[in-house]
């Protein structure tokens, strides 16, 4: 009777016929980005047809989930999760590596597993990508997946990208196609930098000028800095809390942390257009450099409103004023609001291109730099950091910042941004706080994706430099200098995507791929299975998934699209 029943089974489920068993498979039926740590090619292939079911540990539901829906969209059947199944999600607490998984598939089973259920997410990022790049937007009739055993691990903790979203604005579900691209590439990190000169993102309750304000221009430059003329739009927008938390739960299902970048001391003319009396000098008009004011500026500051948001680019003298007790008061209610939005361990604060000009002629500034025993205005930027980090670690946050934090001396628990190339994470790993790596030659996406000089006039606007998809991937995040005791201090590298000339979601798209997809092998791969010509030829095939999933990208950057 119970051969009976099997048989019947078997007649039902194609899976056990030598069809799928026998099926030889070979290298290139498994190109995947970023490349497993290990891979063994086996034969036969699972079928994913009627009778495939998930099963998952308790703790693994929210990816048994996920891998329903992926599957059932990439075959057009009802995939269903029940108490046994096919398909297989395990928590394996023998797997070393808190993010590291194992995928054994064979033609009749599938099992996921991972010490914790980040690992099991990437073992199915890894099974995503073994499925036919089409079923990103069109189901297969026949979805097969070849068998293979994968044991992998990333190498670096830390695999972060970055969205400038005040330069340009950008959409809720924009964000989140962004945070699904971060997990597709294996990523973990989601640096969101939310406030700057020209505009204020997030909704602050206790300071609602912040965005009533502070979240609008009244024009932009038009061109390349300094611009030919000023565009005369109001442009801006803001997150609501409700929607930032839904941003948040979204990239928490994905395991992507988010990481909120509230900048000070510089980069503030939007907070002080809202509340000029953060500014030294509250009287003295926002300058808006090369003569590039719009009309409309203009008019408010001649009605008498000194301050505007930014309407062109750079770096700006209209600071935080670092002696008026009021700034740090602001900055804490601030952050009060912020703090409970973001799960994250960190928050960033910035404290990049903060110009001292202010500080040098402002009386308060002055007498705090007098009454702390400060020598000079970088040891009061430090003091400034050092306070604002005090005040977060007391609520139980880190404090992330770009390299210049260690001018006038490093915050005692600060993590350091390394961006002005790779000094300032040496340094900062030397005296062991932990860096990101994210130097300006390799991981700043805002730059020209080409060499030469006449394909650089084909391309886009962009800010300058040139950092091709090969500058990315020959990318070295721990650096030669440090010993190896030190090099533990790094904890991976993030892509920075500043969007002063990026106007929309398109073009971001377009500057972060292929780009990101290399950062993404140089931050999880073996660092001796990283191999040019062999990720090339990989990438050419992830390109078809960039196609399927309807992304904008720089084909030139992909050989023979
Ligand atoms: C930076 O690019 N200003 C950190
Ligand atoms: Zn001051």
Not at 43 to 63: C, M, P, R, Y
Not at 284 to 289: C, H, L, W, Y
Request: proline share 4%.
């Amino acid at each position: 009777m119970r051969i009976a029943i099997l048989g019947l089974i078997c007649l039902v489920n194609f899976s056990c016929t030598n069809k799928y068993k026998d099926v030889v498979n070979t290298e290139q039926d498994y190109q995947i980005i970023p490349k497993p740590a290990s891979l063994e090619v086996a034969n036969g292939q699972f079928l994913v047809d009627v009778n495939t079911k998930i099963s998952a540990d308790n703790a693994l539901q929210n990816e048994a989930n996920y891998l329903a829906e992926m599957l059932s969209l990439a075959s057009g059947i009802d995939i269903s999760t029940g108490e046994t199944g096919t398909i297989q999600l395990k928590i394996d607490d023998t797997i070393e590596s808190e993010e590291g998984y194992s995928l054994s598939v064979s033609y009749n089973q599938i099992i996921v597993s991972g010490k914790t259920a980040k690992g099991v997410f990437y073992g199915i990022q890894t099974l995503r990508q073994l499925i036919p790049v089409t079923t990103e937007s069109a189901k297969s009739d026949e979805l097969t997946i070849p068998a293979v055993i994968i044991k992998d691990r990333p190498r670096y903790q830390y695999r972060g990208m970055h969205l400038d979203v005040a330069r340009h604005f950008f959409p809720v579900d924009f964000i989140k196609k962004y945070i699904d691209l971060i997990a597709l590439h294996k990523m973990n990190t989601f640096h969101w930098h939310l406030t700057e000169d020209q505009g204020w993102r997030i909704e602050i309750k206790k300071y609602p000028k912040l965005t009533e304000i502070g979240g609008y221009r009244n024009g932009t430059i038009v061109g390349h800095h300094p611009g030919t003329e000023n565009d005369q739009k109001r442009y801006g927008g803001f997150y609501t809390q409700e929607e930032i938390k839904d941003i948040v739960a979204y990239a928490a299902q994905r395991h992507v942390t988010v990481i909120p970048e509230i900048e000070l001391p510089g980069h503030s003319s939007a907070a002080i257009a809202a509340y000029p009396s953060l500014s030294c000098f509250p009287e003295e008009p926002t300058i808006v450099t090369n003569n590039m004011m719009s009309e409309k500026g203009k008019q408010i500051i001649a009605e008498g409103t000194p301050k505007i948001v930014q309407e062109t680019w750079g770096v700006f003298d209209d600071v935080y004023c670092a002696g008026k007790d009021e700034t740090f008061a602001f900055l804490q209610d601030v952050l009060d609001e912020v703090i409970p939005l973001f799960p994250s361990e960190y928050i960033h604060i910035g404290g990049d291109e903060c110009p001292k000009a202010n500080w040098k002629r402002c009386s308060n500034c002055q007498k705090r730099i007098k009454d702390e025993g400060l020598h000079d205005e970088h040891e009061l930027q430090s003091y400034f950091i050092t306070r604002i980090e005090k005040y977060l670690n007391s609520k139980g946050k880190n404090i992330i910042g770009w390299d210049e934090i260690l001018e006038g001396g490093l915050a005692p628990n600060a993590t350091v941004m390394s961006w002005r190339g790779t000094k300032g994470g040496i340094e900062a790993a030397k005296q062991k706080h932990d860096v990101i790596m994210t130097p300006g030659h390799s991981c700043y996406f805002d730059h020209y994706q080409v060499h030469d000089k006449e394909e650089k006039e084909k391309e886009p606007l962009a800010i300058g430099g040139n950092t091709t998809v090969a500058d990315v991937y020959a990318y070295e995040p721990t650096p030669e200098e440090l010993s190896e005791e030190d090099s533990k201090y790094i904890l991976g590298a993030q892509g920075n995507v500043w969007t002063e000339y990026m106007e929309t979601t398109d073009y971001v798209e377009y500057m972060i791929l292929p780009r990101m997809t290399a950062l993404s092998e140089v931050v999880w791969s073996p660092q001796n299975s990283r191999n040019w010509e062999d990720f090339e030829s990989r990438l050419q095939h992830f390109s078809n998934r960039y196609d399927a999933m309807g992304l904008n990208y720089a084909k030139h950057s992909i050989k023979e699209k």
